[in-house]
């Protein structure tokens, strides 16, 4: 299908730290990517990158083919890239409807609502998460499962074709964990691109092919998950770390 994302030769330095260190690497149209490693490792710093909110100091970010490492966080929106964080960020006080509607405002959720109307594209968004029997309450009385679902439906809102979940599976229950990876499936199934930073390793790791592993800032493993967690380098710099894969 193509490659969607190029990453080359990315470096990122916060004064004396390095937190992206000479980063390479290609995502393919339609994938699903897991991406880990240790705290501080730079996976966020390399979300951060690919979504706009902080500048290499060296290297290039090409999208569907056009070099967008200088483009704004508002134009790589418009040319398909979305993500969500770590720490949900809903507008508290509208309500869950309202939440997605402002990101269906965006270009390209403008280009989806042509036909059927910002409100109904919000709400097929909304069912589309399970969240559609609470569109009409504010997420301040959201429990957090839902307001995790609430965050990739905000996402979703701006039609992306490349979707960046941060720590979708952080402070849920097991049972909240598998909603969200038949979420994740499904949305994956119906064409997005998707990159996902985890802790969460028996989930990410029974539910990408690709997986991704940075330590110090460097891209140290590329490969299937089986093949990443048998990998030497890998388990001495995250796994032997007090971290455990369970096989399922």
């Known amino acids: 299908m193509g490659t969607i994302l190029q990453i080359k030769n990315l470096t990122k330095r916060f004064g004396g730290l390095t937190a992206v260190n000479d980063v390479s690497c290609e995502i393919e149209r339609g994938a699903l990517v897991g991406l880990i490693g240790p705290n501080g490792a730079g996976k966020t710093t390399l979300f951060n990158l690919i979504a706009g909110a902080e500048r290499p100091n060296s ?80 997420p301040l009385v959201l429990p957090f499962g839902d307001l995790k679902k ?29 909603i969200i990876v038949e979420l994740i499936k499904q949305l994956n199934e119906e064409g997005h691109t998707i990159i996902m930073v985890g802790h969460v390793l028996r989930e990410l790791m029974a539910l990408v092919p690709r997986v991704l592993v940075m330590h110090q800032g460097k891209l140290i493993a590329d490969g299937p998950p089986q093949e990443v967690v048998n990998n030497k380098i890998v388990y001495e710099a995250y796994l032997g770390r007090g971290e455990t894969y369970e096989k399922t």
Not at 88 to 117: E, H
Not at 150 to 177: M, T, V, W, Y
Request: proline residues 5%; aromatic residues 4%.
């Open 59 to 138: 290297g290039s970010i090409w999208f569907d083919g056009i070099n967008i490492t200088k483009l704004s966080v508002y134009k790589r929106v418009k040319q398909g890239i979305s993500r969500t964080f770590q720490i949900v960020r809903p507008l508290k006080r509208l309500t869950c409807l309202d939440n997605v509607i402002v990101g269906c405002m965006s270009p390209r959720g403008r280009v989806m609502s042509a036909d059927i109307g910002v409100n109904n594209l919000a709400s097929s968004i909304l069912a589309s998460v399970g969240l559609v029997d609470k569109a009409r309450i504010p």
């Open 150 to 178: 609430l965050e990739i439906a905000r996402a979703l809102a701006s039609n992306p074709e490349l979707l960046l979940l941060d720590e979708p599976f952080s402070g849920l229950s097991h049972e909240e964990q598998l």
